[in-house]
């Protein structure tokens, strides 16, 4: 026990002066070279707020710690006991990492409400074994996949991203099914919109199949959105697009589907709205 307990310590003290020694390092050595930003802009993104990147690692740590300061002195003990043995979410959420999308963009406390899976793109295959655990273990109702509007990951999807890291390229070259009907017609901002809305398509289609049981028996819908904070769609900024409800992707379907019976008409109108043509 002793034994074991010192070669984690060891351990430990190894890992942090590796992670002090690469943080002194100067840019340009070994995975530095193949650093986000280098690149693509898809990591930083071309419209990043200019604070982040530029923020200092020192600058960032204080703001964490700070913020997380700040949001313990907001609750008390209670807050957190509701919560204490067990999680209690209402929905899996597999959204792309980007730092514009969050589940506060549909709740207002994420808390203990929204089992989260981020990667680049949203995309299923690459974290399979964590939405397995939202669906089978946690039993959500609803599998909400979320894409966004000039998501990062779509763009270079959409053109060559080989000289990013092995990782990224691996990352990336899971989009390829969903992209592969793009037929390069129109102007590069149609095709990529249409290209998120598709890429959330096939990402439903891929659900609806592997959780098969559940969504036939109604316990589970699937649900296909892109959160639109350029008013691409033209129903104001920040809004949750519904696009698809278990493949059925006509807007007026998913308007009369059973899932959406107690959302409001008018809302209904508001929500429901597609690029690519449904069916
Ligand atoms: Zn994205």
Not at 143 to 163: D, P
Not at 228 to 242: K, S
Request: with cysteine; charged share 20%.
């Amino acid at each position: 026990m002793k034994k074991v307990k010192m070669v984690s310590t060891l351990v430990a003290v190894a890992a942090l002066t590796l992670l002090c020694f690469s943080a002194a390092m100067p840019s340009g050595h070994g995975e530095a070279a193949n650093a986000p930003g280098k690149k693509c802009d898809f990591v930083h993104g071309a419209h990043h707020a200019a604070h982040g990147p530029a923020m200092k690692p020192v600058e960032a740590l204080q703001r964490i710690i700070e913020g997380n300061d700040a949001f313990v002195r907001k609750h008390d003990a209670g807050y957190y006991k509701a919560y204490a043995t067990a999680q209690h979410p209402f929905v899996t959420m597999i959204t792309c990492s980007d730092a514009r999308v969050h589940p506060s963009v549909f709740i207002n406390d994420p808390v203990d409400n929204v089992f989260v899976i981020r990667n680049v793109g949203n995309q299923i295959q690459n974290s399979c074994g964590s939405i397995d655990y939202g669906i089978y273990h946690l039993h959500t109702p609803v599998l909400l996949i979320i894409g966004h509007t000039h998501c990062g990951a779509v763009k270079a999807a959409m053109g060559n991203y080989m000289n990013e890291s092995p990782c990224i390229v691996n990352e990336l070259n899971g989009l390829h099914l969903p992209l592969k009907h793009d037929d390069g017609n129109g102007s590069f901002e149609e095709r990529w919109l249409l290209n998120v809305e598709r890429n959330v398509d096939y990402q439903v289609d891929f659900c609806i199949k592997k959780y098969d049981r559940l969504v036939n028996t109604g316990q589970l819908a699937v649900v296909g959105a892109v959160y639109d904070f350029i008013n691409a769609y033209g129903r104001g900024e920040g809004r949750l697009v519904i696009t698809n409800i278990n493949g059925v992707t006509n807007p007026e379907w998913i308007k009369i589907a059973p899932f959406m019976k107690l959302v409001d008409e008018n809302l209904k109108n508001t929500v429901v709205a597609r690029k690519t043509g449904g069916h």
